[in-house]
């Protein structure tokens, strides 16, 4: 009898032990769980499993959490059939203690009726979250902490968000290089509201961590210099010490300093002078483990391509040198340098071994690399892989594999195993994204049409057409060709994300003693068919990818400007013929106060003078008609367009110009042959403008028998006749990631037909200032208005006519110049290419200047800039920028201080809406 009792015990607390091991586990700093199965009314038996139904389940001690909720988070219900002792009741307990809300939990069968259970449910909550404060954290980086906590006020404030909050405000830290961080967390009662506890939590960054040294080892044909060089973001700290020059003058003097130079290479100069003395700039010494893996793989990757294809990491350590920073310890093992030899082509039927072996580019004793092997296989970004070559072709399913078939010594034979596959006919075009673009406006723009064949070259050549149309964000584009093996087709899914392309211009100020303002908008993907339709107003009907500008200038009565403009880049729907007109009215006026306009104080009376006739009236109205067509050869990169012009000056006694008074008509055709391959519209990382035009007007001299060196000038220019050429190249070459090098040369030249008559007054250059310039007779005379930064607008162009009209007889005008010559030099670098607010900053060199005539003009003899800006695209806005440019070459004296050198030579220059030429 004792020895059952003893079993029965024993078996009791085994069972006992096995089911809450875990959950008292769990448990840190609460009390003790407990599941009790008793009640007065009937013992439980322990020794046999009993099937049990649940009659009702109460909760208690719970006072801000709903019952019914928590009741479904145990996963008991009433009704179930539990089995006691068994898993139901320690799997509710844990199902419970996961919600992380309580700090003790406990399951009581209350009652027992027949083989029905009642149990209780006895929770204690945690408190909820009041308010937390921090000490120790910077004002700048309480932000940055507050949103990576998971800390807001009524949280249940439980030991795992606390652990939580501990660790992100550590990680927090150690991504700043304060690796030994302390943070401590203390609780205490709110004394407002029950339940609710207020968190201090005190943090001490401690000093920060840097990386001393990055020791290598193993590395016997690779300098330390260059290895540490290939990890981009794992650096040694800077040291700087007055007292390394000596050091190192004195291990020469020890050694014979003569001698020692003379067996020593610039190699091994630069490594003993890099151990001594670092100055990093731009590099951080900070440790982070992701970067850190990433960068002992960039050593190996450095090794693979030069031809070390078994170089490995044989250990690495990181520990605490006695100044607190960190030392790391990478021990190599180099391998053997591995050659290029024997090339094989199998499989291919479409180009000779000898063709795919040159597209490659790897010859026999060439060092082995796989990076360079797979790049000329697939992915060549200028196309000139192998892929592309047959991808060009249609072989979309190409493939090529590189198998290594032997390795003897240093030298390792390739088999290349090529499977050709069919030639691919693409199925269908689809086009996602477009939400406010017509579909039809992205089709016609891609080179990928159905039923052609499929090449590479036309993907890449539709990606930067849809960039360059200016309506989508350049940097989302995606293209996913679905190729359907079975019956050699593919369809092409272009992905493309709307983004503003409509600009606002506005503008307002105060000068002369009146005020002036500039109201300018461009729609740049208006629809006209769409104009009856209001459902397609956003705000004016959008979606067709025409382009209307209204841009209205005013200052009251003395100066006003309309300009309007409309372009179909598609005319007819069919061709990509453009069509353009544009038409301009300016009215410019000066008016002469009388003694009656003046004020009590001896101002002007602005009102009062605008009410009189003006003294001097200038009137100009251009309008203009063009047609553009994109050609096929020498290639469909290049655009002729042709323009015709029509331009009306009527002058009333207008101060400042050749002629005071009258009439003027200027009539020309303009034609110009454009190449364009530049990549993207804002941010240019590759391609290339090239730009040949001639304006022409008829040789009205050469129809009669006029001596035009007897007539003034009001008579000869009454129909001005001139030639006028321009030429514009840019080049954009990206030299490392996105750093873009933007080079640039333009010339202009204005031609006469009669010597005596000579060079027009009108379309003429300028050179110098911001190229924004819009004085009155720029305007009028059609004048090219040219900036080079670092000068004043009139300060370089300073050619002259003399009038000889009434009471400009004997005077110098300025009206420009008819050549000039521009080089300019960019470096540009992207801070943000968000599509609503590409930023990027520049470093420029510019030269330029302008020639009264032919024999004058030295492309040598160059007004040089140099200076800083930045440019800021805002869709609503256009292009905003600021330059900042010292001019090298100007007619000053200066003596005096550096700031006396900057306030006469360098100058601001402000951007608004466009570049200017």
Not at 10 to 35: G, R
Not at 170 to 188: L, P, Q, R
Request: charged letters at 25%; hydrophobic letters at 35%; glycine letters at 8%.
């Amino acid at each position: 009898m004792i020895d059952e009792i003893m079993n029965k015990l024993l078996f009791l607390a085994i069972s006992t032990f096995c089911a809450f091991s875990f959950i008292n586990a769990q448990q840190t700093a609460v009390t003790d769980t407990t599941v009790v199965f008793s009640t007065p009314e009937k013992s439980i038996d322990f020794s046999a499993v009993t099937d049990y139904e649940i009659g009702g389940i109460e909760v208690v001690g719970t006072k801000f959490l709903d019952k019914n909720i928590l009741i479904t988070f145990s996963g008991l219900t009433v009704g179930d059939k539990i089995q006691i002792p068994g898993e139901n009741i320690p799997d509710a307990v844990k199902a419970l203690w996961r919600q992380d809300l309580f700090a003790d939990v406990q399951i009581v069968a209350t009652k027992i009726v027949g083989d029905v259970v009642f149990l209780e449910y006895q929770l204690t909550e945690l408190p909820r979250l009041a308010k937390y404060k921090f000490n120790g954290v910077r004002k700048g980086e309480i932000e940055g902490v507050r949103d990576l906590i998971p800390l807001v006020a009524g949280k249940v404030v439980s030991q795992n968000v606390k652990n939580t909050t501990i660790q992100k405000i550590k990680a927090y830290y150690a991504d700043k290089g304060f690796m030994n961080t302390d943070v401590v967390i203390s609780e205490k009662p709110d004394p407002k509201r029950a339940n609710r506890v207020i968190l201090d939590i005190d943090v001490n960054r401690n000093k920060k961590v840097r990386i001393e040294d990055i020791i290598i080892s193993g590395n016997e044909n690779m300098q330390d210099r260059k290895l540490k060089r290939k990890m981009g973001d794992t650096k040694e700290r800077t040291r700087l010490d007055p007292k390394t020059p000596i050091r190192i003058f004195k291990d020469l003097k020890n050694n014979n300093v003569s001698d020692a130079l003379a067996h020593v290479s610039i190699a091994d100069a630069l490594s003993y002078i890099d151990d001594k003395l670092r100055f990093r700039i731009f590099s951080s010494s900070k440790f982070k483990e992701d970067n850190y893996e990433i960068d002992k793989q960039a050593i190996i990757d450095f090794y693979n391509a030069k031809g070390y294809r078994d170089a490995r990491i044989l250990s690495d350590s990181v520990y605490y040198a006695d100044n607190g920073n960190l030392i790391i310890d990478i021990d190599l093992e180099e391998g053997e340098k591995y050659y290029f030899r024997d090339i094989n082509w199998v499989g291919n039927t479409k180009y000779t071994d000898d063709q795919l072996g040159q597209r490659l580019g790897i010859k026999k004793g060439d060092t082995y690399n796989q990076e360079l092997l797979q790049a000329r296989l697939f992915m060549d970004p200028e196309g000139g892989d192998v892929s592309s070559l047959y991808m060009d072709d249609g072989y979309l399913f190409f493939n090529v594999n590189p198998v290594e078939t032997l390795v003897e010594g240093d030298s390792i034979d390739l088999e290349m195993r090529v499977y050709e596959g069919p030639e691919a006919t693409i199925n269908r075009i689809i086009i996602k994204g477009n939400n406010m673009t017509n579909e039809h406006v992205v089709r016609r723009a891609l080179r990928t049409k159905p039923g052609s064949k499929f090449r590479r070259s036309d993907i890449i050549r539709s990606q930067r057409e849809i960039a360059n149309l200016g309506f989508f964000n350049q940097e989302t584009i995606g293209i996913n060709p679905i190729p359907n093996p079975a019956d050699g087709t593919v369809d092409i899914e272009y992905t493309v994300e709307e983004k503003p392309s409509d600009q606002l211009t506005l503008s307002a100020g105060w000068g002369g003693n009146t005020v002036f303002g500039n109201v300018g908008v461009m729609f740049n993907n208006f629809s006209l068919k769409n104009i009856t339709k209001p459902e397609t107003w956003r705000p004016l009907p959008k979606g067709d990818g025409q382009t209307l500008s209204v841009n209205l200038v005013s200052n009251g009565r003395p100066y006003q400007s309309i300009s309007l403009a409309f372009t179909e880049p598609w005319l007819g729907g069919k061709q990509p013929i453009s069509l353009t007109m544009a038409l301009n009215r300016t009215r410019n006026a000066f008016y002469s106060p009388a003694t009656s306009d003046l004020n009590d104080d001896g101002r002007i009376n602005i009102a009062d003078t605008y009410q009189q006739a003006p003294y001097a009236l200038l009137r100009n109205t251009r309008a203009t008609v063009e047609i553009g067509k994109r050609l096929k050869w020498p290639d469909d990169y290049f655009t002729l367009i042709a323009s015709a012009n029509y331009s009306l000056y009527q002058l009333d006694d207008w101060p400042n110009f050749v002629v005071q008074s009258g009439v003027f008509h200027n009539i020309s055709l303009r034609a110009a042959l454009t190449r364009t391959s530049i990549d993207a519209p804002i941010y240019p990382r590759s391609g290339s403008l090239f730009s040949l035009s001639v304006e022409v007007t008829p040789p009205y001299s050469s129809f009669n028998d006029k001596d035009y060196a007897a007539l003034s000038n009001a008579e000869k220019f009454k129909f001005p006749e001139f030639h006028k050429w321009k030429f514009k190249s840019e080049w954009y070459t990206n030299i490392w990631k996105n750093l873009v090098l933007k080079t640039s040369v333009k010339m202009g030249f204005l031609g006469f037909y009669n010597r005596d008559i000579g060079y027009a007054p009108f379309e003429r250059f300028q050179v110098g200032g911001d190229g924004l310039s819009q004085q009155a007779n720029q305007i009028i005379t059609g004048l090219d208005i040219i900036s080079l930064r670092g000068y004043d607008d009139n300060e370089i162009t300073d050619n002259s006519i003399v009038g000889d009209d009434g009471a400009l007889a004997g005077q110098n005008i300025s009206v420009g110049d008819p050549f000039y010559s521009k080089y300019t030099m960019e470096l540009r670098y992207p801070l943000s290419l968000n599509p609503s607010s590409t930023v990027y900053a520049l470093s420029f060199l510019e030269a330029g200047n302008s020639w009264n005539n032919f024999e004058d003009f030295n492309p040598f003899e160059l007004r040089r800039s140099a200076g800083l800006g930045i440019r800021i695209f805002l869709p609503m806005f256009g292009m905003l920028g600021f330059d900042y440019g010292v001019g090298f070459d100007k007619d000053l004296n200066t003596n005096g201080t550096f700031g006396d050198y900057l306030s006469n030579y360098a100058r601001f220059s402000f951007i608004l809406g466009f570049e200017p030429e």
